[in-house]
């Protein structure tokens, strides 16, 4: 199962690909309405049921004990992204099991690591790092 924060497009991509249930979070309305407008104009019918998006700020949302993989593309400032992650570890406490971080412009890498993630992939353009994936 697969969580994505924002960006649409990449719900519909993970339910092309086979993932069960797919959840985004959009904090503002009109993003929210915008991607909701795009996944239901993308998918069939049965698909669009397996795709939940969701109006609310990121920090609320309480972590399914199912999801394992994360996609964050550089949404959050760093208080935003400790509260995220705290609610991970909550729901890895209840819930232990491996879970991947997908994390593109990954300007708050260290706040990850210091929460005992492993970096399992590294992409690098000539001037940044641009996609790192973590695992726990």
């Known amino acids: ?9 990449l719900l519909i991509m993970a339910i092309n690909e086979g993932f069960k249930i797919v ?5 503002a309305e009109e993003l929210y309405r915008d991607s909701l407008l795009l996944v239901s104009n993308s998918l069939s019918n049965k698909k669009f049921k397996r795709c939940k998006i969701i109006l609310d700020d990121a920090t ?16 959050f400032n760093e208080i935003v992204l ?9 729901s ?10 997908i994390y593109f412009n990954p300007i708050h890498s ?15 353009s000539k ?10």
């Open 23 to 27: 959840v985004g979070i959009e904090f």
């Open 92 to 101: 890895l406490h209840n819930y232990n099991r491996k879970v991947y971080i």
């Open 60 to 75: 609320n949302y309480m972590i399914n004990e199912k999801f394992n993989v994360f996609f964050f593309y550089n949404p």
């Open 110 to 124: 260290k706040i990850i690591l210091k929460y005992g993630y492993n970096i399992s992939y590294k992409y690098e």
């Open 1 to 9: 199962m697969i969580s994505v924060v924002g960006r649409a497009i």
């Open 127 to 136: 001037e940044k790092v641009e996609i790192l994936i973590f695992y726990k």
């Open 82 to 90: 400790i509260k995220v992650l705290q609610n991970l570890e909550k």
